[in-house]
């Protein structure tokens, strides 16, 4: 019975000590993956220097009515940084985007719109637009500002309109399938107020790639590009953003 | 020669279970997903970069999709989805859709011998997307297989095939509209909860990583409700060229980013 025990024991020692072993080797490659990520973005913030100051001459050229409408995605965390959104804004306004969507999942950057637009020299609200000034080349920025209750929220209160529209035909006798199509749809989330078009571009300022619960129904063949953190933001990371994308070409699925 | 040939290779392969074995042990001490998607582009690419014929990318492709479904079966992701087919993908030539549609029909047979991916892992199979617009054959072919393996618990596979996001919202609408005819007394309108059920995915959890081969950085209209908090990554490799190494690749970025999701998650 002793043996026994002792055996028990011992097994038990040998299995934690290499669990231990193995949680060592976890932690070395992520500490080795970090030393990389470093390396890179050192790397990076080289690269966007040289881009900024005019030294790599391919970017000098953007075919930027390629970018119709830009979304940006912050993490809400940093949005409460105005001065910084601001910034970033000047930096496009200069390269001549002038529609784009500002999205943080909270809300906040639509608490400060007012103020964002205000220290922006020539800049209004995208719902301030009208039908021919959508048409017409833009001569300011027009920001939309969005938030998570305008993506699945928006789809929920679009539902219940056009459940409302479809009772109001009077059918009951079964749903017709016929009446709830893509466009039906569009058009119950532009009369709840989700009225923004589907960017060309989405750049996300957040510690991760990923949209964030940007509205789902505009993001279908929108390019989604990682630009690290907001506090790290770059002129230079921002261009060669832009100019890759307007390399791109779509096959949208053909 | 022969034989030894078979002996060495048999070797090897031993081998190199036991190490991908070893990584995966490693691995295992952080987070794994519980959910890992794949929109599974460039095999038209990989034929065309190979000199193949019409068809030969998407066949090469499938081997690469049984190797990855191993791998991540093996490292304990309990969910998996793929990009079989887009609705957007009926607008090719009808020689191509015709050529994959042969080549689901055949692999979607496949899932039902014994011995397949589904018998070997006890996967449970889902298609998930628009099956109407599907030929009767491959429908047919399709329930049978979720029939066959809906007895299943160890893994789950949902093959997205004739699906797009747009579609699935707007199917969720429709069937939680038809509740609500049906429950006409209930003044209350929709809920998240209610559009959320009628998803196509809505049988299985939200993916935590989406690898999207050959370097494009969209969506093309796939599961773009279900990843606010899903790890995006893009890998240059063309889809029959994605190996192990991206998988595990995949999986570290999901460790990395893990801590993150978990508060944002917290906050909803």
């Given at each position: 019975m002793d043996s026994k025990q002792k055996v028990r024991g011992f097994s038990c020692s040998i299995h934690q000590i290499g669990n231990l072993g193995l949680q060592l080797l976890w932690s070395l490659v992520h500490l080795l993956i970090s030393i990389g990520y470093f390396v890179v973005a050192a790397a990076a913030a080289v690269e966007s220097y040289l881009i900024s100051s005019g030294l790599l001459t391919r970017y000098k050229v953007l075919n930027i009515s390629k970018l119709k409408y830009l979304a940006i995605v912050i993490e809400s965390d940093d949005a409460v940084q105005t001065s910084k959104v601001v910034q970033l804004l000047r930096w496009l306004e200069v390269m001549g985007v002038k529609r784009m969507c500002l999205y943080d999942a909270q809300g906040v950057l639509k608490k400060s719109k007012a103020s964002i637009v205000k220290m922006l020299d020539n800049a209004v609200l995208f719902e301030e637009l009208d039908e021919k000034d959508l048409l017409e080349k833009p001569k300011c920025m027009a920001l939309e500002f969005a938030s998570m209750s305008d993506g699945k929220e928006g789809v929920v209160k679009a539902a219940n309109l056009l459940f409302a529209k479809y009772m109001e035909l009077g059918n009951r006798d079964g749903l017709d399938d016929e009446f709830f199509t893509e466009a039906q749809v569009g058009e119950a989330l532009r009369a709840v107020g989700c009225k923004g078009p589907e960017p060309d571009l989405l750049l996300v300022y957040a510690?991760?790639?990923?949209?964030?619960?940007?509205?789902?129904?505009?993001?279908?063949?929108t390019e989604i590009v990682h630009m690290g953190s907001l506090k790290s933001m770059r002129l230079g990371s921002l261009t060669k953003a832009i100019y890759k994308f307007t390399r791109v070409r779509q096959n949208y699925g053909k | 020669m022969d034989k030894a040939n078979e002996r060495a290779s048999g070797l090897l392969g031993r081998l190199s279970g036991f190490m991908r074995s070893c990584l995966f042990k490693v691995l295992c001490m952080g987070p794994i997903p519980t959910h890992f998607s794949f929109i599974m582009d460039g095999n038209r690419r990989y034929a065309k970069k190979m000199d193949m014929g019409e068809g030969a990318g998407h066949r090469a492709g499938f081997f690469a999709l049984v190797s990855v479904l191993k791998y991540c079966y093996e490292v304990g992701v309990k969910y998996i989805s793929v990009y079989a087919f887009s609705i957007d993908n009926f607008k090719r030539r009808p020689e191509e859709v015709k050529t994959i549609m042969d080549l689901i029909l055949e692999k979607t047979e496949g899932l039902l011998e014994e011995g397949s991916i589904a018998d070997q892992y006890g996967v449970r199979v889902y298609f998930v997307g628009?099956?109407?617009?599907?030929?009767e054959q491959v429908r047919i072919a399709a329930e049978k297989v979720m029939e066959a393996t809906?007895?299943?618990?160890?893994c789950v596979l949902l093959i997205c095939i004739a699906y797009t996001s747009c579609d699935e919202i707007v199917n969720s609408v429709r069937e939680c509209c038809k509740d609500k005819m049906e429950e006409i007394e209930d003044e209350e309108g929709d809920d998240l909860v209610d559009i959320e059920k009628h998803m196509y995915m809505g049988v299985a959890p939200d993916p935590d990583i989406l690898l999207r081969s050959s370097?494009?950085?969209?969506?093309?209209?796939?599961q773009l409700w279900q990843t606010t908090h899903c790890t995006l990554y893009s890998p240059t490799a063309l889809w029959p060229e994605i190996s192990l190494l991206h998988v595990v690749w995949g999986i570290l970025k999901f460790q990395r980013s893990y801590a993150y999701f978990e508060k944002k998650k917290k906050m909803l």
């Open positions: 510690p991760v790639r990923c949209h964030l619960g940007f509205p789902a129904w505009r993001t279908r063949y | 628009n099956l109407k617009l599907l030929s809906a007895h299943n618990t160890r370097g494009e950085k969209r969506l093309s209209n796939y």
